[in-house]
């Protein structure tokens, strides 16, 4: 199975900060299956991006990712209040999806 | 517009079996592949496996392999993962997810169920 390690855990932001969240693969990934979902309290996951860089409908073009290989990034702009949650990359490979861990952005 | 309805709560004891249900809505029900994802009490996402609607076919992570079943009843657009033997770390909230056609990401969720697994 390929690992997906997110980093950091945490990230204490302000709002109209620039968050910038790191998803590493174990082996490559092809960028075309490489998602990111947000996830708020008690609520499901929200597709934010697909083919690493692909926004999905209705997402706010303050959200954007990009990267290859190993290493992606979802890069939130400038935070809006709403932001504030759980994020979680996720790839498909070999017939088996995975999830990272999981970013939490906190309110600093 | 598309929708993913999952039934209610279950509260279980050790070595039963659960089922969950996720009725679906406002698309091609054997056109897309529906998968289920776990997530127990403050922890991350667990893929758990899909099963195609079109066809009935299924495919699961190893890890679950052997104590899932996945299932489908066309004539009511509602597919069910059936989890068997439950633990107590079972416990999690399930969700069923519709996978995008050609990059397999998940658009679509349901509201999820939370499993209890308690003696």
């Known amino acids: 199975d390929i690992v997906l390690t997110q980093s950091p855990g945490t990230l204490s932001l302000s709002p109209g900060e620039r968050a910038t969240l790191s998803c590493r693969a174990g082996?490559?990934?092809?960028?075309?299956?490489l998602a990111w979902y947000q996830q708020k309290a008690g609520q499901a996951p929200r597709l934010l991006i697909f083919?690493?860089?692909r926004r999905a409908t209705g997402i706010p073009d303050r959200f954007s990712g990009s990267g290859s290989g190993t290493d992606f990034t979802l890069t939130i702009s400038r935070l809006e209040p709403e932001d504030f949650a759980v994020y979680y990359c996720?790839?498909?490979?070999?017939?088996?999806?995975?999830f990272g861990q999981g970013t939490k952005v906190e309110i600093k | 517009q598309v929708q993913l309805v999952q039934s209610g709560a279950e509260v279980k004891k050790p070595g039963a079996s659960v089922s969950v249900s996720c009725k679906t809505s406002?698309?091609?029900?054997?056109?897309?592949?529906i998968h289920w994802v776990r997530q127990a009490p403050g922890q991350g996402l667990e893929w758990m496996g899909w099963?195609?609607?079109?066809?009935?076919?299924?495919s699961f992570a190893q890890k679950f392999q052997g104590r899932v079943t996945m299932t489908r009843d066309t004539s009511i657009t509602t597919t069910y993962m059936e989890l068997n033997r439950l633990r107590s770390d079972d416990t999690a909230v399930y969700y069923c997810?519709?996978?995008?056609?050609?990059?397999?990401?998940?658009?679509?969720w349901g509201q999820g169920t939370l499993v209890t697994v308690s003696s």
């Open positions: 997810a519709r996978a995008r056609l050609g990059d397999f990401s998940f658009d679509y």
């Open positions: 406002g698309y091609s029900f054997t056109g897309y592949y």
């Open positions: 099963v195609y609607p079109n066809s009935g076919g299924t």
């Open positions: 082996q490559s990934v092809s960028s075309n299956y």
């Open positions: 083919g690493a860089s």
């Open positions: 996720q790839q498909y490979g070999s017939s088996l999806w995975t």
